[in-house]
């Protein structure tokens, strides 16, 4: 007996897809979780984790997750700013099932100690009914305004993003599930399910998705000046310095990347105060990157470097699908 595996597949494909829409029909179109804005005072960590394979891949096929991740992951920009404030909302109404606080913000740069069974950190956990929960991770110590078992509407505050858990910056992490399928709210697939990225409909309202705005496969988190080799931690735990002596052992440009397709090109340039062009690199991505933390510096010259500013550019170059795109990001640093 023979199979065609090409009518298999387009059933397996039609059967998933009206399993995915009728289950969304029990759930109420999501609102944006954080008073923040995407691209403003905040920016997107990581997507779902669409490939149950050992590699990884977001809902538009590109790197901007790692593998198994399960939730949307919503960071804040001015990470260093310990008083800002960034209430976490309920994406959809329904009754508290779960409330966990108690567990310290990790301090920026440093190790994280072992989070085994909390990787959540301070969370609240929704039921939406018809068999969908949604679950807010890495909550601010002592900000949860919400107990087990009350109900709340769409918009209520939750607490405040944190850095609890097993995280390293304060972000949310938002997962959605139904039943115990973790599910990608921008296009309504299991992660579970083999790898189907680019195709789905979205569980977000559209005021939610235009919060989000447009899907960046790549963008320069960190970029700075150091008078010696960085760390990734030294990189975390302090903002970028504005000035810096010009008489130490050398000048380096540096850079935290998330989300690097395959052949992909970053291209460091440094020009000094007269617009000489000092340094100038470029490397290609052979593999998708969750995150590259990159550096280029030259040694200090004899005397020192001349008193100025110092500009210093990181672009990116993507390869397709996704060539109309080029992230860029200019730092500026003042050499006395």
Not at 86 to 110: S, Y
Not at 193 to 210: H, V
Request: net charge neutral.
């Amino acid at each position: 007996m023979r199979f065609n595996l090409s009518r298999l597949l387009a059933a397996f494909l039609l059967v998933a897809a009206v399993s995915s829409g009728a289950r969304a029909q029990n759930l109420p179109p999501l609102e944006f979780p954080a008073d923040c804005r995407i691209g403003g005072d905040c920016w997107i960590l990581s997507f779902v984790d669409l490939d149950s394979s050992p590699t990884y891949q977001d809902h538009h096929c590109g790197p901007r997750t790692y593998e198994g991740h399960k939730g949307t992951d919503i960071a804040l920009i001015d990470a260093f700013n310990a008083a800002k404030t960034v209430p976490i909302r309920a994406a959809a109404g329904g009754t508290i099932t779960g409330v966990r606080d108690g567990v310290p913000d990790n301090k920026l740069g440093d190790d994280i100690p072992d989070q085994q069974g909390r990787e959540c950190g301070n969370g609240v956990r929704i039921d939406h009914g018809g068999g969908w929960f949604t679950q807010y991770c890495h909550l601010k110590l002592g900000s949860i305004r919400v107990s087990s078992k009350q109900t709340v509407e769409a918009g209520d505050v939750l607490g405040l993003i944190g850095n609890s858990g097993l995280s390293e910056t304060p972000h949310l992490h938002f997962q959605l599930s139904h039943g115990t399928d973790i599910v990608d709210p921008f296009n309504g697939h299991s992660a579970s399910s083999p790898p189907d990225c680019g195709r789905g409909t979205s569980l977000w309202s559209e005021d939610a998705l235009a919060m989000f705005g447009d899907y960046d496969p790549t963008f320069i988190r960190h970029a700075g000046f150091a008078v010696t080799v960085p760390t990734l931690k030294s990189v975390q735990k302090t903002p970028p310095q504005t000035e810096l002596p010009g008489n130490r052992s050398a000048l380096v440009l540096y850079a935290v990347i998330y989300g690097l397709p395959e052949g992909s090109s970053i291209q460091f340039t440094v020009t000094g105060p007269q617009g000489d062009v000092l340094i100038t690199t470029s490397q290609t991505i052979p593999r998708n990157k969750a995150r590259q933390f990159q550096y280029a510096g030259k040694k200090t010259p004899p005397g020192g470097w001349p008193p100025g500013d110092y500009t210093g550019v990181i672009s990116v170059f993507l390869p397709p699908p996704f060539e109309g795109q080029m992230p860029s990001k200019r730092t500026v640093v003042t050499l006395k």
